[in-house]
C-alpha cells in the first residue's frame, strides 16, 4: 500500500496556563492526545496505522517558544 497524507488543522481550548487559570491542571500531553483522538474521528482513522505525526503550533511565547 502507498504512503497516504492527511493535512488537518484543529484547534485546542484557549485559557490560562496559571494557578487560577481554567488549563492549569491540563498538561500539554492530555492536549495533544485530545486534539489527535479529534483528527482521528473527523478522518476515520485507524490510529494503529498511523506511522507518523508532524506537530505544529502558532503563536507560542516566552518558554514555549523555546528562545
Known amino acids: ?4 497524507y492527511i493535512y488537518d488543522a484543529i484547534r485546542s ?3 490560562k496556563g496559571r494557578s487560577a487559570g481554567s488549563l ?3 498538561t500539554p500531553v492530555k492536549l495533544s ?6 483528527m ?10 498511523v506511522e ?7 503563536t507560542q ?3 514555549q517558544g523555546g528562545c
Open 1 to 4: 500500500m502507498g504512503d497516504a
Open 13 to 15: 481550548p484557549r485559557g
Open 24 to 26: 492549569h491542571e491540563v
Open 33 to 38: 492526545a485530545d486534539l489527535l483522538n479529534a
Open 40 to 49: 482521528k474521528r473527523r478522518n476515520g482513522l485507524d490510529g494503529h496505522a
Open 52 to 58: 507518523d505525526v508532524i506537530w505544529g503550533n502558532a
Open 61 to 63: 511565547v516566552k518558554e
